[in-house]
């Protein structure tokens, strides 16, 4: 199955910088997502974008959805601490229910130096 | 509280044996999903169920069985014919409203020695 291709695959930040990872697909979405992992647990939805330039902000993330509908970004401002684990995107080519596949990022591992 | 329970959390098995699963939720979705994760990759869709008694392949179904007898339950077989059974594995539900997006386990790891 298509993996999306997400980068950076890794990042070493120190405390309070801005954070910038993206994904791109050569196949058009019309949903993307962004969750994020502890190690050990399982992915939490951190953003979902639902219109093509659509961007949205949680907190101190912002997330847009691109024009062409081929990619997507994730920006984090500020970062703290508990920011540390994995990115992943994930794109979905239709929103029925019924037509429910996710294809997902080979994720971002966010690391920050003391 | 609702909620999506993977059990157990760490699972060991020798080569050769079969291994089942478990995924509950209690949030009355209709979706179910099981998903493998390995370092350094993104998840991989193993099987779905859009409905009781129903379910489909996803990417990677070999070596792999699931049944979907009721709403709440979505059990994942890992068979002797799965060659690289070492992994960890994510359990998913969704509603059926429009624009809402799959809850998570916690996940299992399984370790085959």
């Known amino acids: 199955g298509q993996q999306l291709n997400q980068s950076p695959q890794s990042m070493f930040i120190q405390e309070g910088e801005d954070v910038s990872m993206n994904c791109t697909s050569s196949?058009?979405?019309?949903?993307w997502l962004w969750y994020k992992q502890d190690p050990g647990e399982g992915p939490v939805l951190l953003i979902a974008?639902?219109?093509?330039?659509e961007l949205t902000s949680n907190g101190r993330l912002t997330a847009q959805f691109g024009i062409t509908r081929k990619d997507s970004f994730l920006n984090i401002s500020a970062s703290i601490p508990s920011d540390v684990g994995i990115y992943f995107c994930?794109?979905?080519?239709?929103?029925?229910?019924?037509?429910?596949?996710?294809?997902f990022g080979t994720g971002t591992r966010l690391t920050i130096i003391p | 509280d609702g909620g999506i329970t993977q059990s157990p959390k760490y699972l060991f098995r020798k080569e050769g044996q079969n291994v089942t699963l478990s995924c509950e939720q209690n949030?009355?979705?209709?979706?179910m999903y099981w998903y493998r994760q390995d370092p350094g990759q993104g998840l991989r869709l193993i099987y779905y169920s859009q409905i009781v008694n129903d379910f489909q392949k996803g990417d990677i179904a070999e070596g792999y069985s699931v049944s979907r007898e009721k709403k709440e339950s979505f059990p994942l077989t890992v068979t002797s014919a799965q060659k690289n059974p070492t992994a960890f594995y994510l359990c998913a539900s969704k509603s059926a409203q429009l624009n809402t997006e799959a809850f998570f386990g916690q996940g299992t790891r399984l370790t085959v020695v």
């Open positions: 994930a794109g979905r080519r239709v929103s029925n229910f019924g037509n429910e596949k996710l294809t």
């Open positions: 196949s058009i979405f019309n949903t």
């Open positions: 974008l639902y219109k093509a330039g």
């Open positions: 949030l009355n979705h209709d979706a």
